[in-house]
Structure formats: structure tokens, C-alpha cells
């Protein structure tokens, strides 16, 4: 039962904890003046002499109402301190106080008035009304009942004055202890006032160290979550890249048996109706290869251990094809449109980080258009020297702080389960990466506008002389690819192109090759994953035998984290797989001509 008292007494609905605490007490003090005060003037009426010489007019020197003023005064004190009591209980803290507070002062005002202050010498409604003032309410009420205390003695004081004016005292006798009374008071203020200071700091520092030991909390939670995420990227990048390494195999099988169609273009080739169809046939087979090669290199893309291939292409022409994507992506509601450039627009960038950039700008649109609208992309020529590809949505726009944090990494306006905040700080570093820039026009309720400016890349063109020099004598390649199959189909096209190819299947057989071979290789094509090796550690025990031999790394996976390939000599380039060999010829070739000019070979 105790208990149950108790905790109705501490339920407030008070949000300041240091009110709440007080509170408490401040209920406690509000029952004991509510019950206190009529019971015990109950007994002084009933037993004490003094209230019965008032009762029967007896005391000459007190005025004709006396009594009632007295009573008046008790009475509207109890009914004070039961309203302020309803007050708490009602979460008002601070006028239930203030109000109490009031009615005291203002009744020991009255009761001083009328009696005097010699009557209450001892009055303990002064130091109780300091108390509470101060350290309920703070220092600006202490010290304005401080002044408050002082005038109703004053006025106590100057009743004593009036009633002795025809006796033989002194002027001004009644005000003599007044000094002395303010001084005293006024240590007492001093010590009230600087140790409810010094709790009150204390209390703030208390509070501002919990609150941040709660962000801390959070953010440790965040950094937690992050971590998490990211070795669980990091174990799907490492299964991935596995995979993708096995499947892109494949896939460049696929699309070298495809390629083999373009035979029927040949002068002596002859064509017919089923020969046409079965070439239209390897056609679709070709670009769902392209297709299965460009889920692989997204899937590395997205477990952060892609690798960067800088080609030279038409960014236009890239959103093009990008359209069926980003209509899966998009909902029925949000119309997409695709404003193209008459004007061919070269840039140089990895495709695939370029089609990441893309969706992820998408993704974040369709996110800000719950309701529909529209999503538009417009590439154009910006400058003689850049383009510009503007991406806008109808969407609900950005307010200006969250405009300026939109590219930092993990800042989201999503709720936790639905966004890393990971998407535009890739997207800004690979622009940044590829010497471009974004610019961010956005405004609540006005959707946004993101625009990306990249420099334009006119295509390399291959001098005549590198050409001649190439194709003047056969090259030597060693090709290094445990996958039987893929092995054979690329030293096939290597030799219909003009090349003498020695194959190794593994990192020892390959070394044994070198050893024992007539001739060094001019080129080596080497796999970068194989049984018994690595192609970065087997590339390093043949540069004792080849220091300058042109190197072609093959592979779908480089552990490269994103970063441009950077292999440790100069002589070392990289081919992502998967590829058509016609594209590791035109390789080969293009490396052996640049060879054959720098060493002055005619």
C-alpha cells in the first residue's frame, strides 16, 4: 500500500528530471501545510490563552479584527498549498511553487502589517519562502523574496512605529535590529545562492556528460552496425569474386564461340537461310553474354573489390542502353525520360562504375517520388572541353543543411533498415576520380537536380607506323590460363591473327616454359588465378628471366578495392575478363606494334 503511494506521488508528468525530483517533496510539503496548518490552529483556538484573550477582545494593542485576519490569513495558506498540490499533479511545476510562495508572503505581509514585528520575532515564513525560492526556482527568485522578506519587515517594523509614537521611545527605535536583521538574512541568501549554484552546475555537466555518453553510445552503435555491414560486404566481395572469376570463364568462352558468326561475312562464305539464322541466333547469344558479363562486373561493383577499366565511349549511348535497367528500377508511376545529345559526347571512365553512378542517382529519385512523377535525364555538350549529364526528379526536394551532406558517407535521411548512405559518396568519388564534378540544385518541395560535369575524351587513334611495324612478323605469346577450354579458344584466334602461342596451364608450367624455350616470348597473356598461384606472384619470379617483356593480366578479380590498377613495373597491363578474343588480339597486336617502335624495329 506504502509502495503504491509512492510511486503515484513520483508519476508527474513533469519533463524536467531536476523538477521531476523535486516534485516529490514538493507534494510531500504542500499535504503536511494543507493538513498542518488548520489542525493546529484548530488547537490554539481550543487550548492556547493569547487566541483566548482575541477571541474575547482582550488585547487593547492589537486591532479589532485581529482574529479573523489571523484566521483569513491560515485559511487562504491551506487552500494555497491544496491547489498547488493539484497544480503538481497536473505537471506545473513551477507556478504551483510560485503561487504558494505568493500567498505566503503576502499573507506574512498582512500579518506583520496588522501585528507588528515584534509580534512574530520568530516567524519561520521568511526562511522557508528563501529556501524554497531558491532552490525550486533558482537564483533570480531567491533573491527577489530576499527583497520581497525585507519590505514586509519593514512594514512589521513601521506598525510598532505607529503604535509607540505617545510612549517615551526613541524615533525611529523599531527600525534598530533592521540592519543587522538584512545582514543576517542576507548570508543566509549568500550560502543558499552559491551552494544551489554549485548543485545546479554540477547538475548540467552531469547531464551534458550523460547526453553525451548517449550520443557516444549511438554512435558506437552506428560504427557497430557499419562494421557489421562491411565485413559482410567483405565476405559477399570475396565469395563473389570467386564466382565471378569461374563464370566470366565461361562467359568469354560464350562469347568467342558467338563471335565466330562474323566468318559468314567472309567473301568465299556462303549464305543462306539457315546460316543467316543460326548468326542472327549467336547474335542473341553474344549480347546475353555482354548481358551476364555486365551483372558480374555489378556484382563486384557492389561488394567493393570491382576494378577499374577506363575505356573511352559514348556517354550518351550509354544511357541509352541503360533505359531498360532503369525501368525495372523505377515504378510504374515515375515516368522516365531520356533527353539524348545529337552530338556525340567521348568520355573516359570505367562503363560499369559509370552505369553504378547512374543507378544509384536513380535509386535515391525513386526514393525521394514515393507518390510518382518524373525522372529525367538530359546529356548535352557543356563546354568545348566537357559535357554534362543533368539528372532531375519531381520529388520532395532538400533543405539546405541536408544539400550539403548529401556525399558524405553513411549521412541518410532513410530510417536504419533502409539506407547505408553509402550512395552518393560512391558516386561523387568515382566522378571526382575521373576528373569531374557535381553540382546540386535542390529545394523543398521543388524536387532536385543533380548534374554531372566530365571532361570529354576524343578516342585514340594508333599511328600507321605501330600498325605496319605489328603486323610485319608474327608474335610470340605465351598464354597462361588454367581453363582448358578458354585456352584453347584464345590461342586459336591469337594464331588466326598472326601470332605463334605457347600455352601453359598452370604458374610452374609456365616458368618451365621460360627456362626452356629457344625463344623468349614477346608478349605474355597471363590469367591472374590459377591452382598453384597468383598471376601478381608469378609475374615477379618471371621478371628475373624477362625484365621487359610486355605482360597482359587477365582476370575478373583484382584486389584493387576500386583503385585504378597499378601493377609494379611498366611493362604490365590489365584485360578484364570477360572479353571476345578478337579484343585480346587487337591487345596483342596493339602492344607488339608499341613494342616494335619503341625497341626501332622497321
Known amino acids: 500500500m506504502w509502495q503504491r503511494l509512492i510511486g503515484w506521488l513520483k508519476r508527474l508528468p513533469i519533463d524536467d528530471p531536476v523538477d521531476l525530483r523535486n516534485a516529490f517533496f514538493m507534494q510531500l510539503l504542500m499535504i503536511y501545510e494543507g493538513c498542518e496548518i488548520p489542525l493546529n490552529k484548530l488547537y490554539l483556538l481550543c487550548y492556547n490563552a493569547t487566541y483566548a484573550l482575541l477571541r474575547q477582545g482582550n488585547i487593547a494593542a492589537w486591532p479589532r479584527f485581529a482574529l479573523e485576519i489571523d484566521l483569513g490569513t491560515d485559511l487562504v495558506i491551506t487552500l494555497s498549498a491544496w491547489f498547488g498540490f493539484y497544480l503538481l499533479r497536473r505537471g506545473r511545476f513551477r507556478p504551483a511553487v510560485a503561487q504558494f510562495l505568493a500567498v505566503l508572503l503576502l499573507s506574512s505581509a498582512i500579518a506583520y502589517s496588522t501585528f507588528g514585528y515584534v509580534a512574530w520575532p520568530h516567524d519561520l515564513v521568511a526562511i522557508v519562502a528563501l529556501a524554497l525560492g531558491g532552490l525550486m526556482l533558482g537564483r533570480t527568485a531567491l533573491w527577489s523574496i530576499y527583497g520581497i522578506v525585507m519590505l514586509v519587515f519593514v512594514a512589521g517594523m513601521t506598525r510598532d512605529q505607529f503604535r509607540h509614537t505617545h510612549s517615551l521611545q526613541p524615533l525611529l527605535a523599531s527600525y534598530d535590529g533592521l540592519i543587522s536583521l538584512a545582514l543576517s538574512y542576507l548570508l543566509v541568501v549568500i550560502i543558499l545562492d552559491r551552494s544551489t549554484s554549485a548543485l545546479r552546475s554540477s547538475l548540467e555537466e ?77 547474335e542473341g547469344v553474344e549480347m546475353a553474354a555482354r548481358r551476364g558479363a555486365s551483372i558480374s562486373g555489378k556484382l563486384l561493383n557492389f561488394s567493393r573489390h570491382d576494378v577499374t577499366h577506363i575505356e573511352t565511349f559514348d556517354a550518351d549511348e550509354a544511357l541509352r542502353e541503360l533505359v531498360p535497367l532503369l525501368r525495372q528500377l523505377l515504378p510504374p508511376d515515375i515516368r522516365l525520360l531520356i533527353e539524348s545529345s545529337p552530338l556525340p559526347l567521348p568520355i573516359s571512365f570505367d562503363r560499369s562504375q559509370f552505369e553504378l553512378a547512374i543507378l544509384n542517382i536513380a535509386s535515391n529519385a ?148 621460360v627456362q626452356t624455350a629457344r625463344h623468349a616470348p614477346q608478349i605474355i597473356v597471363c590469367d591472374n588465378r590459377m591452382p598453384d598461384t597468383d598471376g601478381i606472384t608469378l609475374l615477379r619470379k618471371l621478371r628475373t628471366h624477362l625484365p621487359d617483356v610486355p605482360v597482359i593480366l587477365i582476370s575478373a578479380y583484382l584486389e584493387s578495392d576500386g583503385q585504378p590498377f597499378r601493377s609494379e613495373d611498366d611493362f604490365t597491363e590489365r584485360l578484364p575478363k570477360p572479353f571476345a578474343p578478337s579484343h585480346l588480339l587487337a591487345r596483342v597486336l596493339k602492344v607488339a606494334g608499341q613494342r616494335a617502335v619503341v625497341s626501332g624495329e622497321e
Not at 514515393?370 to 533543405?399: E, K, N, Q, V, Y
Request: glycine share 8%.
Open 366 to 513: 525513386r526514393d525521394a517520388m514515393p507518390d510518382g512523377g518524373s525522372f529525367t535525364i538530359c546529356a548535352t555538350r557543356h563546354a568545348p572541353a566537357a559535357i554534362s549529364i543533368t539528372l532531375s526528379d519531381t520529388g520532395a526536394g532538400m533543405s539546405e543543411s541536408v544539400r550539403r551532406r548529401i556525399f558524405e558517407p553513411f549521412f541518410t535521411t532513410k530510417p536504419a533498415d533502409s539506407g547505408t548512405g553509402l550512395g552518393l559518396s560512391v558516386v561523387y568519388a568515382l566522378i571526382e576520380r575521373a576528373g569531374g564534378s557535381i553540382d546540386v540544385d535542390s529545394s523543398p518541395g521543388h524536387g532536385t537536380s543533380l548534374t554531372l560535369i566530365l571532361p570529354i575524351s576524343e578516342p585514340a587513334t594508333v599511328a600507321p607506323r605501330t600498325q605496319l611495324a605489328a603486323a610485319r612478323q608474327r608474335v610470340r605469346v605465351l598464354l597462361i590460363d588454367d581453363d582448358e577450354d578458354l585456352r584453347a579458344l584464345l590461342a586459336n584466334a591469337l594464331e588466326q591473327g598472326g601470332c605463334d602461342v605457347s600455352m601453359a596451364a598452370s604458374g610452374s608450367e609456365a616458368e618451365w616454359l
Open 206 to 282: 552531469s547531464n551534458l556528460q550523460r547526453r553525451q555518453l548517449q550520443h557516444e553510445m549511438i554512435e558506437r552503435e552506428h560504427a557497430q552496425e557499419q562494421l557489421l555491414h562491411a565485413q559482410k560486404m567483405d565476405a559477399v566481395g570475396r565469395l563473389t569474386s570467386g564466382i565471378a572469376h569461374d563464370f566470366n570463364n565461361v562467359l568469354g568462352i560464350i562469347l568467342g564461340f558467338s563471335m565466330e558468326r562474323h566468318r559468314l561475312n567472309e567473301p568465299d562464305a556462303a549464305v543462306n537461310a539457315d546460316t543467316q539464322a543460326l548468326a542472327d541466333a549467336l
